[in-house]
């Protein structure tokens, strides 16, 4: 193997990899070496690595092994390593004690390496070398030509393990997407690795067969399956990652990325192969993904890979990421993008497949039954804590007690709000908390953090800048417009001026469109590779958008755009800029019915969340918008009810009610609807939350009747809003086995996995009201085993659907033109 290809592997290997599969077994090699132990994590004690040497009278020493990968000079690298963090770990060895059991004993680093793939600049050198002397260490240094020479003397056999087509590709993907601009724009000081920053996050599982049983006499309803992100990658299949704007979707699929390529490292046949291709560009032709991965081999270095991709895909499979698929506008195009998902996985089963979506467009979607679903988790206060140590780590605030401080008052500011736990809010709170911002609601988070990263505050930080940050707000707010009108995500650079100077020009001004883009871009808003612009975020641009919409008071332009998915969240913000949104909202819940089921759906759903974001909107408009959204939601459950009930048997009307119940919480759980879910519930028991209309719908049997009242208790408790004991007690009275079994979800959900309670909440509380579901369960153990069936021939009588034969008196309204054909086809 050539040096240069070494040189190039070196480089390329991430941290992990580079400590098991190179230096320790490397380090165990070297004579007169011994006890070579990883303690890599062990109470941030500063070394990654110990071993043990003789000296001239064979006494031990104990020697310390600081690992890093790329290359340490004294200044800021975005490849590597900066001289700061190599003196934090130096700093740190100086005072820890390590307790061994080999050698047995206590024992305290007096030699230090640090031992990296890549330069070590002289300056770097020098300077840690005298810190070291301050600590009374000795110091020697091992860069990536050093680690070469002693992998190529003794353990030459080394290289010969690699392969090398395979190291290419990782190496490109690494060099394309391990810096997190994204992420470290929203306020750190420079771009970092996603390792550095990354959180990890939970999936709970919408649809398993496992999720539901039945021992013996007693009933058992276990809780979804939760897992972290890497399960993903363990058993071949199609896979859904569902979570809203924010929830961290694009940088769990990154993240799954590099930890395939991680585990790949430690695999001699090259491991699976990863792709992760963009699905605006899937999206934008009909060819089959063969033609995409091989198009994505050939742009990454993988041109070695090539021949015989077909074999390798049949017999090993490979890890295929689908993102941006939320960029795409047209329903059909999403469609496309996963028929063909489903097309290859049919010619190789050992594929593992991965597409996310937003919530709000899994309803378009229901008829892929072959892929599970995954619902991105909430940030519990752990992951929050986790987020800001990383955080201060990358910006070098240590303190201990501040961090604590700032993690309570984040979780503080995000419940009193009722904004959404995401990975998104969590940081821009962060952000404006450094800052001395308090927030409200997700577009007054945004609106906070723009003003701050435009400039508003320039002149009192006596930061240089020509223009006003209103200015340079309203120049962003057009542009996302425009951008959103004309259905894209990004522009050429030259575009972008052009329509800057038509801006300069409708105003009247001199054109500065240079300047007030480098004083954009220097916020960190913008970002431009490749000769192409687009905003760091794509909920920037949607927010800018809806800002825009704002700044014109243009209610009639959002009514003509409400069935339009792609304007959705501008529409949201906009909502929850202007606030006081009563005449949108009725102009939503009074809309007349349409017989086509998407759109009827997202119109409830788009009630919901302007409801949850235009807070100051009235409380009888806000009453009547959830009441609209719960109708949505009741169609949305007859047609999952219907999908997977033919899949499945009576069992599938059960899981889709706990995905239409996880669903219910992300599109109008808000305890800022506290009096409204109260009023729904109580007010008047007797009259129904939901009436069907008149045209078009089946009338709602009885257990559709009861169910918008179950699932407003179910938001209740999960909010911990005052009063949804009696509302769970409102429950308890039914009989209905499909609900208590839904309730009993509920509560498992709540109890057995540990979630965070609010203040309001009471464990013993919910132990008891499960405890009362389940012999209410118990007392009717044949309708339970009924629901519970999953023979599809047996499953005849229905708690949710209407007969068969009433859903295809008008197909159109709850199945696309093939389910309706097959389904006519297997009728007949």
């Not at 015989?308 to 490979?318: C, K, M, N, S, V």
């Not at 401080?405 to 959404?420: D, F, K, T």
């Not at 020509?466 to 707000?473: E, G, Q, S």
């Not at 409801?611 to 909107?617: G, I, K, L, W, Y």
Request: proline residues 4%.
């Amino acid at each position: 193997m050539h040096n240069d290809d070494k040189r190039h592997y070196l480089e390329s290997i991430l941290e992990a990899p580079f400590r098991k599969d190179v230096a320790v077994p490397l380090l165990r090699r070297v004579p007169g070496v011994e006890h070579v132990t990883d303690v890599h994590g062990r109470n941030e004690s500063g070394a990654d690595i110990i071993y043990f040497e003789r000296d001239a009278l064979h006494f031990p020493t104990c020697v310390g092994v600081q690992l890093k990968v790329g290359h340490i000079d004294l200044s800021t690298s975005r490849k590597g390593t900066t001289f700061a963090e190599v003196k934090n770990q130096l700093d740190l060895i100086s005072r820890a004690t390590f307790h061994l059991t080999a050698p047995a004993g206590k024992h305290k680093i007096s030699k230090f390496i640090v031992m990296t793939t890549g330069r070590i600049s002289e300056r770097a050198r020098e300077e840690l070398a005298k810190l070291a002397h301050e600590y009374k260490l000795n110091i020697n240094f091992l860069d990536g030509e050093r680690v070469i020479e002693l992998v190529d003397k003794l353990w030459p056999d080394f290289w010969s393990h690699i392969d090398k087509g395979t190291a290419d590709y990782a190496s490109s993907l690494r060099t394309r997407y391990t810096e997190v601009e994204d992420v470290v724009k929203l306020g750190a000081r420079k771009s970092r690795p996603i390792d550095t920053l990354y959180v990890r996050m939970r999936l709970q599982e919408m649809l398993d067969e496992r999720i539901l049983d039945l021992n013996g006499e007693q009933v058992s309803v276990n809780p979804p399956k939760v897992v972290d992100e890497f399960e993903l990658l363990n058993d071949p299949g199609l896979t859904l990652l569902i979570g809203e704007s924010g929830s961290g979707k694009r940088l769990i699929l990154r993240r799954l990325l590099f930890e395939q390529i991680e585990r790949n490292s430690h695999l001699p046949n090259g491991g699976l192969l990863p792709f992760l291709l963009d699905a605006k560009v899937v999206a934008g032709d009909d060819a089959d993904l063969e033609v995409h991965l091989r198009r994505e081999l050939t742009e990454n270095n993988g041109g070695q890979l090539l021949e015989g991709l077909d074999e390798r895909l049949r017999d090993q499979g490979a890890v295929i990421l689908v993102d941006r698929l939320t960029r795409v506008a047209e329903p059909e195009r999403v469609r496309s993008v996963l028929r063909r998902m489903e097309t290859l996985y049919g010619r190789y089963p050992k594929v593992r497949m991965i597409a996310a979506l937003r919530d709000s467009e899994t309803f378009e979607v229901t008829e892929f039954t072959a892929f599970k679903r995954w619902q991105v988790q909430a940030f519990e206060q752990t992951q929050v804590v986790s987020l800001v140590s990383k955080w201060y780590t990358a910006l070098e605030h240590p303190e201990e007690g501040h961090l604590h401080a700032v993690v309570e008052q984040l979780v503080r500011n995000v419940i009193q709000g009722s904004l959404p736990r995401t990975p998104l809010v969590y940081t821009l709170n962060l952000v404006l908390l450094e800052n001395n911002q308090q927030t409200t609601n997700l577009a007054d988070v945004l609106d906070k953090y723009v003003d701050l990263y435009l400039g508003k505050w320039d002149d009192e930080l006596n930061v240089p800048s020509v223009y006003d940050f209103t200015l340079k707000r309203s120049f962003l707010s057009e542009l996302a417009f425009r951008m959103l009108e004309d259905g894209v995500d990004r522009l050429d650079r030259h575009e972008v001026i052009t329509f800057f100077d038509s801006l300069f020009d409708r105003m009247g001004r001199d054109r500065g469109s240079e300047e007030i883009y480098s004083e954009i871009k220097r916020g960190g808003l913008l970002v431009e590779g490749n000769g192409l612009v687009r905003f760091v975020l794509y909920a920037f641009q949607e927010w800018f958008a809806g800002h825009h919409i704002y700044r014109r008071k243009d209610d009639a332009f959002v009514i003509e755009r409400l069935d339009e998915r792609f304007w959705g969240q501008a529409i949201i913000f906009y909502a929850g800029l202007k606030r006081a949104c009563d005449d949108l909202l009725e102009s939503v819940y009074t809309l007349k019915e349409v017989g086509d089921f998407p759109v009827q759906f997202y119109r409830s759903y788009l009630a919901g969340m302007i409801a949850v974001n235009a807070d100051e909107s009235s409380g009888d408009h806000k009453r009547e918008a959830v009441r609209y959204a719960l109708y949505g939601y009741l169609m949305l459950l007859r047609r999952l009810g219907f999908i997977f009930r033919r899949a499945t048997g009576q069992v599938g009307e059960l899981y889709a009610g706990m995905v239409v119940d996880f669903m219910l919480y992300y599109g109008v759980g808000s305890a800022r609807l506290s009096l409204q879910y109260r009023e729904l519930m109580f007010d008047n028991p007797t009259r129904p939350v939901v009436n069907a209309p008149e045209v078009g719908l089946t009338a709602f049997n009885a257990t559709e009747v009861d169910l918008p009242r179950l699932f407003i208790a179910s938001l209740m408790t999960r909010l911990g809003v005052p009063g949804y004991r009696d509302a769970m007690n409102v429950i308890l009275r039914s009989s209905n086995p499909y609900i208590l079994m839904l309730l009993y979800i509920r509560l498992n959900h709540m109890i057995d996995l540990n979630l965070q309670l609010t203040p309001d909440q009471d464990l013993r509380e919910l132990r008891s009201l499960r405890r009362e579901v389940h012999r209410k369960l118990s007392r009717n153990k044949e309708a339970a085993r009924k629901l519970l069936a999953k023979n599809k021939r047996m499953a005849q009588s229905a708690y949710i659907l209407p007969p068969l034969e009433e859903v295809m008196q008008n197909p159109a309204r709850f199945l696309n033109a093939s389910e309706a054909d097959e389904t006519v086809a297997e009728t007949d």
